[in-house]
């Protein structure tokens, strides 16, 4: 039997499964379930929870000592970089006839959004990330008339004043 998904961490969950498993009514419970606000201000949570990968860094500024006596550079300022977020899932609709649509345009409405997206996932915040800016997706071949993969490549996004008020 082939995988239903290559981000899948489990190789042995398979189309015919999950098909009977969608069919069946059964809830499925999720981890760490996760939703995307869409423009209208409606949230819309992905009905199979997908793979939340989390890259951070700092940010540091490093000046050369002319002549110093010890080893290495001086660290002047640092602070914490943007959060990189991979966000990896399977789309299946429950007709192994039909291609999950409905879920691609959904996917479409969050991914064409010129601003940032809210999003609501508890490994996000606990990082303290809302809102997400997303960078690039794909949708790569999935095997399967009704299975879509997605992958979408985001940067975490906090909201600015940049206006500095003058008294």
Not at 29 to 40: E, I, K, N, V
Not at 116 to 121: F, I, L, R, T, Y
Not at 131 to 153: C, E, H, R, T, W
């Amino acid at each position: 039997m082939t995988p239903l998904n290559p981000f899948f961490r489990r190789s042995d969950v398979i189309l015919r499964e999950v098909v009977e498993l969608v069919e069946s009514g059964q809830k499925v419970t999720m981890t760490m379930p996760f939703s995307f606000q869409l423009a209208s201000g409606d949230w819309w949570l992905l009905p199979y929870e997908p793979l939340v990968s989390v890259e951070g860094e700092n940010v540091i500024i490093t000046r050369n000592v002319a002549k110093q006596a010890g080893r290495g550079t001086i660290k002047e300022r640092w602070s914490e970089g943007d959060i990189k977020i991979t966000i990896e899932g399977t789309f299946v609709n429950a007709d192994i006839n039909k291609y999950p649509d409905t879920e691609i345009q959904k996917l479409r409405q969050v991914i064409s959004q010129r601003r940032a997206v809210g999003v609501q996932n508890e490994l996000l915040q606990l990082l303290n990330v809302n809102q997400i800016v997303i960078k690039d997706y794909s949708l790569p071949f999935s095997k399967g008339a009704n299975v879509q993969n997605y992958s979408l490549s985001c940067l975490s996004d906090d909201s600015y004043n940049l206006f500095i008020e003058v008294k």
